[in-house]
């Protein structure tokens, strides 16, 4: 009896410890301009599914968003995180990858 109490409390450990990582932090895509809606958690991670290292963009998220308040900010929506010419901003309002830059604006 103990063996089997032992192990449905260790099941339920690993199910609540699990379900609070799968959901750790979707709130902060409604925080982005697009509320997440094109790129979803690979807005600011390599893995799209969210979790682990972040990208360029997903980086100064962490730098600048996260000290400043947890929200984007004017500064930035100002940078240019994956280098490629154009800022975050306009990467936003363009539907481009502000975290990838092989994803940007046409012409």
């Known amino acids: ?3 089997r109490t032992m192990t449905c409390l ?3 450990a690993i199910f609540f410890i699990s ?3 799968a959901s750790a932090r979707p709130f902060r895509l409604g925080k982005l ?12 991670h390599v893995n799209p599914g969210g979790g682990g290292p972040r990208n ?9 968003g996260l000290k400043g308040g947890d929200k984007y900010t004017k500064e930035l929506g100002g940078m ?4 490629d010419g154009i800022s975050n901003d306009q ?5 481009t990858h502000p975290g ?5 604006p046409t012409s």
Do not use: R, W
């Open 56 to 64: 360029a963009f997903g980086q100064d998220y962490e730098k600048l």
């Open 91 to 95: 990467e936003f309002s363009s539907g």
């Open 33 to 44: 301009p697009d509320n997440g809606a094109k790129f979803g958690c690979g807005t600011c």
């Open 80 to 83: 240019d995180s994956d280098k």
């Open 10 to 12: 260790i099941v339920a």
């Open 100 to 104: 990838d830059a092989s994803s940007k």
């Open 1 to 3: 009896m103990k063996k």
């Open 19 to 21: 379900a609070a990582v």
